[in-house]
T-cell receptor
Framework: SQKIEQNSEALNIQEGKTATLTCNYT??????LQWYRQDPGRGPVFLLL?????KEKRKERLKVTFDTTLKQSLFHITASQPADSATYLC????????????FGTGTQLKVEL | GAGVSQSPSNKVTEKGKDVELRCDPI?????LYWYRQSLGQGLEFLIY????????KSGLPSDRFSAERTGGSVSTLTIQRTQQEDSAVYLC?????????????FGSGTQLSVL
């Protein structure tokens, strides 16, 4: 069955380091992949979208890569700060209909001083 | 308002009762989604509305769940005869046109607790 996998274990890193989160998916290759941030008690907030013909996308300290051969996206936060601590979710149109986003379970990131 | 608004923010109900959850999407957004998030779990798709098209109800877990969207704006998710396993955060999101190269704008959710 089609699914999206994110590392369910929390990622703890030191302030200033680069955090790398992984999103893997099976079967259908989506045209777009999105990353969201979710803080406790809040809804997810959109961060970045990357298209299948884009290898890499950057926004300030964030970088996303998209490897359609490996069926994997990597999400990087450089010079991480405690304020970056949150759960990060990847989302894609795994059903192929072009209008419904399926989310991964998310990876919790904790940036320590 | 500028964002997606959901009400109530918290709802505690007894098993067997019916509940209604409300979502006000961003004005002008044609697509509206309901997701459910259980403790420590990912977002589970429930239902999707796009303009005047028939809604995609493929994610509704049982016939106790239903949703409507009146006038292409406000949406109500109804859960009849609630069960304890219905306890979760119910998130509503809207999208400008409802195609996956756009971003979703989420509300803060309704925390439903079924005792």
């Amino acid at each position: 069955s089609q699914k999206i996998e994110q590392n369910s274990e929390a990622l703890n890193i030191q302030e200033g380091k680069t955090a790398t989160l992984t999103c893997n998916y099976t079967n259908y290759s989506p045209a777009y992949l999105q990353w969201y941030r979710q803080d406790p008690g809040r809804g997810p907030v959109f961060l970045l979208l990357i298209r299948e013909n884009e290898k890499e996308k950057r926004k300030e300290r964030l970088k996303v890569t998209f490897d359609t051969t490996l069926k994997q996206s990597l999400f990087h936060i450089t010079a991480s700060q405690p304020a970056d601590s949150a759960t990060y979710l990847c989302a894609l149109d795994i059903a192929g209909g072009g209008n419904k986003l399926t989310f991964g379970t998310g990876t919790q990131l904790k940036v320590e001083l | 308002g500028a964002g997606v608004s959901q009400s109530p923010s918290n709802k505690v109900t007894e098993k067997g009762k019916d509940v209604e959850l409300r979502c006000d999407p961003i004005s002008g957004h044609t697509a509206l989604y309901w997701y459910r998030q259980s403790l420590g779990q990912g977002l589970e798709f429930l239902i999707y509305f796009q303009g005047n098209s028939a809604p995609d109800k493929s994610g509704l877990p049982s016939d106790r769940f239903s949703a409507e969207r009146t006038g292409g704006s406000v949406s109500t998710l109804t859960i009849q005869r609630t069960q304890q396993e219905d306890s979760a955060v119910y998130l509503c999101a809207s999208m400008r046109q409802g195609i996956t190269n756009e971003k979703l704008f989420f509300g803060s959710g309704t925390q439903l607790s079924v005792l």
